[in-house]
């Protein structure tokens, strides 16, 4: 049995034919079948195909919102007028011994604040506002307390401009760990206790 197509879209240029198609596969899993073809000199077409399955949907939009979020910023930026550029605000404009990562590495973690922890997970930011600031708004949302923080649901930190699902997963992860870690020591203490 074929793969089937549940909807369709196409468009043509000169030389190239877009296909976008959603599918559902033999195992029943739904998935999108994007498709290039492109005309060569000698009339036969090259064709190039990318398949993105239900599984990674969230994560297809994810990207793709940044990128264009991305992408007009960058464009926002090229045309100002010259000499009108606003630095850039980013965490790769910072110096170097002021970055997270750097200073991780350098440091080591204590020396770290909880926002450039927090940015770790996050990644990155949006055009504007960097991953450490983006850090310091939630954290700021929370009164800067971690337990408040480690029992935040998913749609409680995707509302933050910038914070996708995927990002939401890794800190709600690091806070389980954290706090599987905190009970497992705390374990360990009340056996020692009790073993006087």
Request: charged share 25%; net charge neutral; proline share 3%.
């Amino acid at each position: 049995m074929k793969d089937n197509i549940i909807a369709t879209e196409k468009f043509f240029t000169k030389h190239r034919n877009y296909f976008f198609d959603f599918r559902k596969a033999v195992n029943n899993k739904n998935f999108i079948n994007l498709v290039c073809t492109e005309k060569q000199p000698d009339n036969t077409y090259k064709r190039a195909c990318i398949m993105i399955f239900e599984d990674h949907f969230e994560f297809l939009i994810e990207a793709l919102s940044s990128l264009f979020s991305n992408a007009a910023h960058e464009v926002g930026q090229r045309d100002k007028p010259a000499g009108s550029q606003e630095r850039a605000a980013g965490i790769k404009s910072w110096d170097v011994a002021d970055r997270p990562r750097e200073k991780l590495l350098e440091l080591g973690r204590a020396a770290l604040s909880d926002a450039e922890l927090l940015a770790m997970l996050i990644g990155s930011g949006t055009p504007g506002v960097t991953a450490v600031d983006l850090a310091q708004q939630i954290l700021d949302s929370v009164d800067l307390e971690m337990k408040r923080l480690a029992e935040l649901p998913v749609d409680a930190l995707t509302r933050f401009n910038g914070m996708g699902v995927a990002k939401a997963l890794s800190i709600i992860s690091a806070m389980e760990l954290a706090q599987r870690l905190a009970k497992r020591e705390a374990g360990v203490v009340w056996m020692k206790a009790l073993r006087g």
